[in-house]
């Protein structure tokens, strides 16, 4: 089905005051230029949310954050809630980045919770979800990523039709390893399958491609007819390059 492509950076831990500032400055100068046939959104460090929703001001570039509590307020020190990150102007927040998983102990039933939690508050969860290089050479990935997805259908029923999946291979991300489109798109289509079984409203449920996507291998995953946009990670860094990402997603 098409539909408008999303093209999300994830920042992750880099970034400062004045590093941030002139990033954005470039993306605004650069859409001004040759604006987005997309949906455009940054996932920032939290400390930085209030800095990069003023710079973002009037522009169609969405606020993102890279995590949210699965808890609603309270005794978790350390945690934000995903109300507080509404408060921010915040409209997405990543849900289970498997940096999340693999240092952070983030289990499917967590995910699932942090989903609740932020499909509650008005924001729009992009699910993360993919294999380890061991997974896939055991032949376990499918069963993998459908499992991690079904923990999210189990606890949100009908709600998941707000979602956003973005499908990361743990060995592609931040390694330069990119999955072919052919590998991607048939892990795609899995999904696809997976959320039309659980919803009648599934069909408009956006699935990124991350791990690797850059300026010369994103025309080529993006023209796969179940890749939805993309989930960028170092690329979303360099402003000529994001840019060039997002151009390819007409
Ligand atoms: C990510 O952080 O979600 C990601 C895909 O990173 P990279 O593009 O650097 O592989």
């Known amino acids: 089905m098409m539909m408008k492509k999303l093209i999300a950076g994830n920042w992750k831990m880099n970034g400062g005051l004045t590093a941030n500032d002139s990033l954005v400055q ?15 959104a940054v996932c920032v460090p939290f400390p930085y949310l209030s800095q990069v929703h003023g710079l973002l001001a009037q522009s169609s570039i969405g606020l993102g954050s890279q995590d949210v509590s699965a808890h609603e307020s309270g005794a978790y020190t350390g945690e934000v809630s995903a109300t507080m990150l509404k408060d921010f102007g915040v409209r997405y927040c990543l849900a289970g980045h498997s940096e999340r998983r693999l240092y952070h102990g983030e289990t499917d039933a967590v995910v699932a919770a942090k989903v609740q939690r932020a499909l509650a508050a008005g924001l729009t969860p992009i699910v993360c979800i993919g294999e380890t290089l061991a997974e ?3 032949g376990q990935t499918e069963e993998v990523v459908k499992r991690q997805l079904a923990a999210v ?5 009908h709600c998941i039709s707000e979602i956003v999946v973005a499908y990361e291979p743990v060995w592609a991300i931040g390694t330069g390893k990119t999955a072919t489109p052919e590998q991607a798109q048939q892990v795609h289509a899995v999904l696809r399958a997976q959320l039309q079984a659980a919803s009648p409203q599934a069909g408009h449920i956006k699935i990124l491609y991350g791990g690797s996507m850059n300026a010369a291998n994103a025309a080529q995953l993006l023209a796969q007819p179940d890749i939805d946009g993309g989930l960028i990670g170092g690329a979303a860094l360099k402003p000529a390059d994001f840019l060039t990402i997002i151009a390819a997603a007409k």
């Open 26 to 40: 470039a993306l605004l100068a650069g859409l001004a230029a040759q604006p987005a046939g997309c949906d455009v």
């Open 136 to 138: 896939r050479e055991a």
């Open 153 to 157: 259908i189990q606890a949100n029923g």
